[in-house]
């Protein structure tokens, strides 16, 4: 089935292209518009109850394809204006960043990039802020006073999760391009 997709928003400088949001389809749901994960994320782009709430939209709409493809675009929006990532920050890191929020929650990907900074490290790097999300499984990381999020335990989950979008989205740009 075809799905239309949302008009694409201005996202720091670049823009949210449908090879992105394909692959984090074919990540969250596999093409299955009614998919349901036993956390209660919801649709082809497994969106949270909390997530419709937030951008004012009833629940029995959220998970239809086309608004949740579109609450998805809104979010990964939100989250990259949240990163507050520099013009110098590379597309690679603000791509990477911005996946790991999208899984593992912006909250704990702004206490790793806190973390970073805190120990003169850059906040603006993958490499790096997947280091802390890792060591914010550890109580002299979680309970640091610059984190606010407490501990996180997703860290395998968001690598892959990473790892396998960006794995997706650079297969779909290839197909594009040729």
């Known amino acids: 089935a075809q799905y239309p997709l949302p008009d694409w928003e201005p996202m720091g400088g670049w823009s949210i292209d449908r090879a992105l949001l394909l692959a984090i389809t074919k990540q969250e749901s596999g093409f299955k518009p009614n998919a349901k994960s036993n956390a209660g994320a919801n649709g082809l782009m497994q969106i949270m109850p909390r997530v419709a709430e937030q951008f004012n939209v009833p629940q029995e709409e959220a998970f239809e394809p086309e608004m949740n ?12 204006r949240s990163l507050k990532l520099s013009d110098s920050a590379s597309e690679e890191d603000r791509l990477s960043l911005m996946l790991a929020s999208y899984v593992g929650g912006i909250g704990h990907v702004r206490d ?13 790097n993958w490499e790096v802020v997947s280091r802390y999300l890792e060591l914010k499984g550890q109580p002299e990381y979680y309970e640091d006073s610059v984190v606010r999020c407490g501990r996180f335990t997703g860290i395998k989950q968001t690598l892959a999760y990473v790892r396998n979008v960006k794995s997706h989205y650079d297969k779909y740009c290839e197909v594009a391009t040729h």
């Open 112 to 124: 790793a990039q806190r973390l970073a900074a805190k120990y003169s490290e850059d906040p603006e």
């Open 69 to 80: 493809i579109r609450l998805a675009s809104k979010l990964l929006n939100k989250i990259s």
